[in-house]
């Protein structure tokens, strides 16, 4: 197979030393010497099916079903957010897929806004009801300083430029606004020890969508080479304004599954808030 170059350079601090960690046929994933990210240094042309109705119906994440439960799941991380910029009113997903984020802005009384990439979600997203553009993380269609919380949740793996992805995030933010990155965690003891065995890297698997992978020291340096505050580095966020009684359970419990996560390389995805500075 005749692969094509990905990424010459590091995608997040443009170093060009680099360590092959894995190589298949269609595919290389290398770790920067510089900043240590994990990312796609080349690949074959046109891999893998696409982000049409086909990925979202038949792809192992079940995009289409447990609607409840990921809805559930997306409040409580909005609400994460709220801790950061109480005063939010309009809410940006990108990547939206189903819907399940907009259903939890709309339930937490906020204005969901939804952009994707595939026809088929933002049609989806349409038929439920809220309001979806087609569009990229790369050039968003909306003005600048327009939404006050944006979630990119699984999103920033899968895109070219995910600097510039960041830096578009910073744009359409408000001063003060929140930002929520949910992404794979890099430093997982499958990547790390077994990266033949895995979902993660295989080309037929999600290696062909996936083009970085981020540790806990590379997704904040990212963010902060965007111009982003990091705010919190794990779902651990302790709400001030919830009932004391069942708040301090809910964050020792998760500061605890956070940490023992992290410590025995278990945690399989990341969770960032992060804020646009007041000044920038």
């Not at 937490?108 to 990229?136: H, M």
């Amino acid at each position: 197979m005749d692969r094509q170059p990905f990424f010459r350079t590091c995608p997040i601090c443009g170093a060009a030393g680099r360590r092959v960690l894995i190589e298949f046929p269609e595919l290389v994933y290398v770790n920067c010497d510089g900043c240590g990210l994990l990312y796609k240094s080349e690949q074959v042309e046109r891999l893998g099916v696409g982000y049409e109705e086909e990925y979202f119906r038949f792809n192992r994440a079940g995009f289409l079903k447990r609607w409840a439960h990921r809805v559930r799941k997306c409040t409580r991380q909005l609400r994460d957010c709220l801790v950061v910029t109480p005063a939010a009113r309009v809410v940006l997903d990108v990547g939206c897929s189903a819907g399940y984020v907009l259903a939890a802005a709309r339930r937490l009384g906020l204005e969901p806004v939804g952009v994707d990439i595939s026809t088929f979600a933002v049609e989806l997203c349409r038929e439920k009801g809220f309001r979806a553009e087609l569009g990229s993380l790369s050039k968003l269609p909306l003005e600048d300083a327009s939404v006050d919380i944006a979630t990119l949740k699984h999103t920033l793996e899968h895109v070219p430029d995910p600097l510039a992805g960041l830096r578009e995030l910073f744009r359409v933010l408000r001063p003060g606004g929140a930002l929520l990155v949910v992404v794979p965690d890099a430093d997982k003891w499958k990547i790390a020890l077994m990266p033949r065995l895995g979902r993660d890297l295989r080309p037929e698997l999600r290696g062909w969508q996936h083009h970085v992978y981020f540790s806990s020291k590379t997704l904040a340096l990212a963010l902060e080479r965007a111009g982003f505050e990091v705010a919190h580095r794990h779902k651990a966020v302790f709400r001030p304004t919830a009932p004391r009684l069942f708040e301090w359970p809910r964050f020792a419990v998760y500061w605890l599954t956070s940490w023992l996560g992290e410590r025995l390389r278990l945690r399989r995805e990341l969770h960032f808030v992060a804020r646009r500075p007041l000044s920038s």
